[in-house]
Structures are given as C-alpha cells and as structure tokens.
C-alpha cells in the first residue's frame, strides 16, 4: 500500500485512538488542542512518507509523534504560563516524564471513558452525537451533516458549544456511575449506529461501502460488550445488526463495484459466520426485559438473512417494522416497510401507502416506486426512474438507476 493510500487509511482506523490516549493526558476541556496535534501528526506523515518512505511501522510512528507533539504542546503551556526558570525546569521534566500509553487495553478503555464523556446529560443530544463524530470516528464536517440531515453551519455551532459546555461543566474522562450508564448509552450507540450507516452506505464519499468505517464500528460495540457494566441487551443488538448486514458485503457489489440489491445478491456470497454470530448476540439481546430500536432493526435483518421468500418471512418483517415505527419513527424505515406491504397485502397497496409518505425528493422514494410499477404500468415506472435519477446525490446510485432504466 502506498503512503497516498495509507495514510487515509490509517487516519480512519488510528484519529479516534489518539484523541481519546491524549485526552487522558491533555484532559477532555483541551479538544480543540488534541485535533490540532493529531491532525499535525497526520500531516507530517502526508509531507514526509511518499518522499522519505514510510516507516517500518507506520502505527507505532503516529503514535511517537503524537507524545512529542503532545509533550511540545503542554511545555509551550508552561512557558507561557511560568516566568521563573526553576518552576519552569521543574513542569518541563514533568511533562517529559507523563505517561502516554498507546497499549491495547488503554486504547479501548480510553475511547470507551471519552465516548461517555462526550455523552454528558450537560450536552444537547444531537450536540453530543456530532462531536462523538467528530472526534471518535474521525467524521469531516460534511460527512456529519450528511449523517444527520443538517448543514455544515449547525454542525460547525454544535461542535463549538458542546466543547465549551465540556469546559464549563468540567468534564473528566471516567465512564460514569452504573446508575447512569444505560441513560447515556442510547447516545453512544447512536453513534456507533451511524458511524457504522455511513460505511454501509456512503453519500458524502460517494461509495457503495466503506469498509474500515464498518469494521471500527463493530470493533467499538464489541468492546462495549467486552465491558461487564456496559454490556447491555441493546448493546448487543445493536452487534447483531452490524453482523447482519455485514455477512451480506460481498454480495452487495459487482467485481467492476457496481451496487447489487438485495433482492439481486447472490446468497451463496452471503458470509454465514457472521449470519451466526448476529443470531447469537440477537439471543443475548433477547434477554433484557426492554425492547429498543437496535432489537427491532436486528430481528429485521435477521429475516432478511433466510434465503426463501415466504409469507411467514413477510408477515414478521412487517410487523417488526410496524412496532419500529411505533417506537422511534424514520423515513427510510417508513419506505422499506413498504416492500414488505407489497409482499403482503401487493403492489398496489404499497403504492398507495407511499404515495402519503412526503418523500418525493428522496430518490430511494422513486426507486421504490419504480418497482412497484414495473410489470402493471412501465410508463409509470420509467417515469419514477427518471425521477429518482435526477434526485440521486451519487455516480453509484445514478449507475443503479441508469440499468433500470435502460432495462425498458
């Protein structure tokens, strides 16, 4: 792998780890200092590496100029702040001394203790998801208004006053007491959630899938559920999920990396492995008395899994997203229950039922459309199409639509 293409790769699986190691150091009132230092670090790798060569390893390096760079920073503070040379040999041997520690282990329990931190009760909830973006998964500004359905001036204001209120609240960097772990979790999954929607299905990269995004999602739910006082039943629905819809990645795209549908994968490509690891952890969900959005959205998946198309099959995925609705209500959830109405009750009624939705600039609302017409009425069908190709925001659904279309 070259530097060109490593180092994007590395700033996806390594930016969260150190933001979160040196905001044990630095302390969690300091990020907008921490994301100027690992941003630093990644810089000097972009302006060094495809010149000089990358480093034997390339992770232990990031890491090494990250302490020095951390260290640099926190004597610069004290020379400002100290103007007696003794005090200020004294804090520079200190500093020198601090333990930076990139182990495994200080890595998960860091980002774990950083993820709640970020989710206080102090912060706005959508406050709190934007800067768990940000700074744990590494989002850009544009990628985290697209995850949440908002513009690039609300993020940029949410990020600044959720650092702030992290300041005046004085925030530190410890998972919470037990009695308030379930309550500031939902915020952390949410997160997880859509870190890992966004590898899934990436509008701001323009990509049918965005692996690393996906793997760092999972890896973070497992270690919430590697944590005794974390380890929670919607947790690991939540992982059922992720394991869901990963088994089917392999499937989902073409060798020339055209995007498949679901009803045009081939199951045999489909990853049982990870088929049965969902169906465990969807059992262990099973066994708290409280139902959350991630048990509902696994037991979907978990369906969608079953290679024959029966009405049994249908009538569950209805029902499941019925009670989804009802729960927490979503657009996208709203227009995939629709093809289960279609299998159940026909075209027709689904075609209906859409029509009532207000999604008429979503062009997965054409799409779907589309399908439903084709076979009864074409015209109306290439209609949708031409409609849905028009509000599609990437190369790779035009691609998707274009076949439709060119199908008549």
Known sequence: MTPADLIPHLFRSEFSKICAVLSKTVGVDNLDSIEDIVSDTFLLALATWPYKGKPENPTAWLYTVAKNKTKNHLKRQALFRQKISGELQLITSTVDELPIDFSDQSIV????????????????VEAQVSLALRILCGFGIDEIANALLSTKETIHKRLYRAKAKLKAEKVTLQLPPESQIES??????????????????????????????????????????????????????????????????????????????????DPTRWDDELISRGAYYLHEASQGESVSRFHLEASIAYWHTLKEDTPEKWKHILFLYDRLLQLVYSPIAALNRLVAVSKVYGNRQAIEEAKQLNLSTNHFYHVLLGELYTGTDNAAAQASYHQAFLWAKTETDKQTIRQKLNSF
């Open 184 to 265: 500031r979790l939902e915020t952390v999954l949410t997160t997880l959630y859509l870190l890992y929607n966004e590898g899934y299905y990436s509008e701001s990269q323009d990509a049918i899938l965005r692996l690393e995004l996906c793997q760092e999602a999972m890896r973070l739910t497992n270690s919430l559920i590697a944590t005794p006082r974390t380890s929670l039943p919607a947790v690991k629905a939540l992982y059922a999920l992720m394991c869901f819809h990963g088994s089917r990645f392999a499937a989902r795209k073409t060798e020339t990396g055209q995007f498949i549908l679901l009803q045009d994968q």
């Open 109 to 124: 329990d860091s980002q774990l203790q950083l993820f709640f931190a970020i989710c206080h009760p102090s912060i706005p």
